[in-house]
């Protein structure tokens, strides 16, 4: 992946995330190219980035051996004909976009299109990404393997089934958003009781990140691991009761099922 060129349809928030982090992880300035309309942010992502973005998007599918379509899935029908022009059985599509399946995408292009499906997430920006991919009908096993590794240089990937990837969009891909306005409420929640909010913010993030890494490197299960914070009749378990009280779990069950309901909508529309 890294020997070719590969060209962003779309140089919006998680085109960048992923640029940013691929450019970190030694991925060359000089084989990314993106598409993007609006001049200012064509300009700004030079500026930022050290390459040169394009107003069109058929110049970047024409020159690209892997094409990441990072529009908004609204826009597929008007943008997919621009790229179909210079698609072959040679290039690679990696879609990013939410709810679109690979068969919708596959029936835009010319012969049997090797398409993949991703589902990103922003933190892939700070090389912590979460991703869930498919491969579609006339995907290769290495186009698999070389998205996977793409995403797998920035954060971690799995591969799922396509009927997968909507819960995987409700749960990783929107999930920044819930844990974001989870620290913002942690840290409100201490500024309320005198601490500063420079110190609230700091310490809610990190206690997030800390829980985080305690999951993934312990492989104790979440609840053991509470269990080991709550001491009886202690301090812990009256905020845990709090959260209880609040429908805390139910609420964020019912995030991922309104996001992934959502990403099927999309698909639908
Ligand atoms: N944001 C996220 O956390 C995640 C997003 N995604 C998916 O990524 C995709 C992009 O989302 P996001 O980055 O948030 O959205 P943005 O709006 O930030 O990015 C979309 C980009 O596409 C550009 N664009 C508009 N019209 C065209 C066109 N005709 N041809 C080429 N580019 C065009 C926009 O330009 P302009 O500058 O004019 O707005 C914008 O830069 C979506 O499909 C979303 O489902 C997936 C995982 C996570
Ligand atoms: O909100 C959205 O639709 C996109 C897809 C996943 C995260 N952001």
């Known amino acids: 992946m890294r020997e070719r060129k590969i060209g962003f349809i779309g140089g919006g928030n998680m085109a960048e995330a992923l640029i940013r982090g691929m450019l970190a992880a030694s991925f060359s300035a000089e084989r990314i190219w993106v598409a993007e309309p609006r001049a200012e942010r064509r300009e700004w992502l030079e500026e930022h980035y050290g390459f040169a973005a394009r107003a069109d998007n058929g110049e970047v599918a024409k020159a690209c051996d892997v094409l990441i379509l990072s529009i908004k899935p609204q826009m597929i029908n008007s943008v997919m004909p621009e790229i179909a022009e210079y698609f072959s059985d040679k290039k690679l599509l990696i879609s990013i976009l939410a709810g679109v399946s690979t068969q919708a995408l596959e029936s835009f292009l010319p012969g049997a299109p090797r398409v ?24 290769r096993e290495g186009d698999l393997t070389a998205a996977q590794q793409l995403l797998e240089s920035v954060g971690v990937a799995r591969v799922v089934t396509e ?21 913002e409420a942690l840290a409100d929640g201490a500024v309320r009781q005198g601490l500063g909010r420079d110190d609230a913010l700091a310490l809610a993030s990190q206690t997030v990140l800390g829980a985080a890494r305690m999951v993934l490197e312990t492989g104790e299960h979440p609840a053991v691991l509470r269990d080991r914070v709550c001491s009886p009749g202690g301090t812990t378990i009256a905020g845990v009761a709090a959260l209880e009280e609040g429908n805390f779990r139910a609420t964020l069950m019912e ?8 990403s099927r909508e999309l698909g639908n529309s």
């Open 116 to 139: 993949v499906r991703v589902m990103p997430n922003t933190p892939a920006l700070v090389g912590e990404g979460a991703a869930g991919l498919c491969g579609g009908r006339h995907a």
């Open 163 to 183: 009927k997968e990837m909507d819960a995987v969009t409700g749960l990783s891909g929107s999930g920044p958003a819930y844990v974001y306005t989870l620290i």
């Open 255 to 262: 995030a991922v099922n309104r996001a992934t309901q959502r």
